[in-house]
């Protein structure tokens, strides 16, 4: 079973951290436990709480995840990815039906992170298997000197983390382990989730960074036409990380898509 946090009782709102972190990246979201929610924040196979725990493919995280559920005899269950994280809430979404949930969002992410040429909407828009071979090859050779680079990813275009955050951030790395890490990365590239959200039954949300340095704003156009009834949200001035960026707009944005996945009505939230 992976280590796990909460906080409040209520609604089970399951919110599933991105690669290199683990749950306290979700810290911020503690507050949402005011609002009626048991926020759960699970720490994924190589990372924190559950940093010597095996499983280096998503969907290994995803039965964790599966497992964690079980365990704790959620029902209702609103689930959030954020990253890697919305990977592996797509995979509870295809390969686990029977799982009590109630709707799915994501947090700046796309379905498919490697390009071509008919799908541009990758990391950076330009992605291949070979890139992802590459820095998992870095990954296992030195990720301490590589986690600094990868923690400034997660802010917005031009602006820099304060020393107070580059810390939390660099203590979360720190508690990785590297060659889980790296099959990961590996992993991710790997995958496909365009046919699974095209073919989703249960309410879909999509929440971005309007100022990602990892992905463009046609990213979240091209996941929005993959499922048009889906919710839709952009944090403004945030990065790839809008829930550590910007929590309080964040957790605003976060509400008013699970109101509209719970009333059916899948619009475009308002820019916080």
Not at 33 to 44: E, Q, Y
Not at 191 to 216: N, V, W
Not at 242 to 247: G, S, Y
């Amino acid at each position: 079973m992976p280590g796990w946090r909460e906080a409040g009782q209520g609604r089970p709102l399951l919110l599933l951290h991105g690669w290199s972190v683990n749950g306290e990246a979700f810290d911020g979201q503690r507050a949402l436990a005011l609002g009626g929610f048991r926020v759960i924040a699970p720490d994924h196979a190589g990372h924190g709480l559950s940093r010597h725990r095996a499983g280096g493919t998503i969907a290994a995280l995803a039965q964790d995840v599966a497992g964690l559920v079980a365990h704790l005899a959620l029902t209702d269950v609103v689930v959030v990815g954020w990253s890697m994280g919305a990977m592996v809430a797509w995979t509870l979404l295809r390969d686990h039906p029977d799982l009590p949930l109630a709707a799915v969002g994501s947090i700046d992410m796309t379905p498919r992170l490697v390009t071509d040429a008919g799908w541009p909407h990758g990391l950076h828009g330009h992605y291949d298997i070979a890139h992802a071979v590459q820095m998992a090859a870095c990954i296992r050779a030195d990720w301490p000197r590589l986690a600094p680079s990868v923690a400034l990813g997660l802010w917005a275009v031009g602006r820099r983390p304060d020393s107070a955050a580059m810390q939390r951030i660099a203590h979360m790395a720190q508690q990785c382990d590297p060659a889980t890490l790296a099959a990961l990365w590996e992993d991710m590239a790997r995958q496909d989730f365009r046919a699974a959200l095209q073919a989703a039954t249960l309410p879909l949300f999509h929440l971005y960074g309007e100022a990602s340095r990892l992905y463009a704003p046609a990213v979240g156009a091209a996941i929005r036409a993959l499922q048009p009834a889906a919710g839709f949200g952009v944090v403004a001035g945030a990065g790839h990380s809008p829930h550590m960026e910007q929590p309080q707009a964040f957790n605003a944005a976060l509400l008013a898509l699970i109101g509209q996945a719970r009333s059916g009505q899948h619009a475009v939230s308002p820019q916080p």
